[in-house]
């Protein structure tokens, strides 16, 4: 078996992407050897990381062989895929195959990318195929680990934008309700801590948040952030796809246990420190 002391190479999936992109950064920072693996090299994400060092691997996970072939001699992969609300299966049928060619292959260590809720709620597709995604591998015997992010700090890039000199934020839910949420970059943190510490980790999944605020509490933020007002405007009526989700953050939503997570990672971002890294063009 391939062990972390002989091996240190680790398949990030999807390195082009939010996620896989914060993942490959974190694990090329803590001394791992990464295999970037995209589609297409040519992305200037990709050409960034092989800049720091990854390894460009490039393979389909529509593609078995290629699959194959990017797993071959790694420690351990890190599968994420992406939702498509034009053919929801897709998501399920990609992870399911990754997750087949980790077993064929022997991976030492697999961390499988979910959602925060996805074991509790089915009401949205984008939940329940991450759900049918875990218990796929969980069925194959795969030595797992599941992180479940909850609501992306950086989806407020897209929901606030500038107009006239001011912020105008598009509210999804309740704006007195709080959401637990994450920045990105965590996601890569709490990926590359998994990988390092296995027999804690292995066959356990973990909810992930560092911050739980309102959204009149994140308006009021940006507005001392930035100076200038922020105004809430009620946007549900334009998610109609995601509406089932909005509402479940608000009767139900997350569960992560912060407090224990910052234990984990002392430098867990909150909304704070994550809004200080932005700028007023981030939002234009």
């Known amino acids: 078996m391939i062990t972390m002391e002989n091996n240190k190479n680790i398949l990030v999936m999807g390195a082009s992407g939010n996620q896989g992109n914060a993942v490959a950064k974190s694990l090329l920072s803590n001394g791992w050897i990464v295999h970037a693996m995209t589609r297409n090299p040519n992305q200037s994400a990709i050409k960034e990381l092989e800049q720091d060092g990854a390894v460009i691997v490039q393979a389909d996970m ?26 929801p299966d897709k998501e399920v049928q990609q992870g399911k195959m990754v997750a087949d060619v980790a077993k064929q292959v022997g991976t030492t260590h697999f961390v499988y990318g979910s959602a925060a809720g996805a074991e509790k709620y089915s009401g949205a597709d984008n939940f329940a195929s991450k759900w049918q995604i875990e218990e796929y591998i969980r069925a194959l015997d795969l030595p797992y680990t599941i992180l479940r992010h909850t609501f992306f700090m950086e989806n407020f ?4 934008k500038v107009q006239d000199d001011k912020i105008v934020m598009q509210g999804f839910m ?7 949420m994450l920045a990105v970059q965590d996601i890569g943190t709490f990926t590359a801590i998994t990988f390092s510490q296995p027999k804690q980790y292995i066959g356990k999944a973990m909810e992930l948040a560092g911050e739980e605020i309102t959204l009149n509490e994140i308006a009021k933020k940006l507005s001392e952030k930035f100076e200038v007002s922020c105004e809430i405007v009620d946007a549900r009526k334009k998610f109609q796809q995601m509406m ?41």
């Open 62 to 87: 529509n593609d078995k062989q290629s699959l194959i072939e990017a797993m071959e001699n790694v420690y351990g992969v890190y599968s994420v895929q992406s939702f498509d609300p034009k053919d």
């Open 157 to 160: 890039t897209g929901f606030a």
């Open 174 to 180: 309740d704006s007195e309700i709080p959401l637990q």
């Open 244 to 284: 089932k989700m909005f509402e479940w953050f608000e009767y139900e939503g997350y569960e992560a246990n912060i407090a224990e997570l910052r234990k984990v990672n002392p430098q867990l971002l909150n909304f704070d420190a994550w809004l200080q890294q932005l700028e007023w063009k981030d939002f234009t």
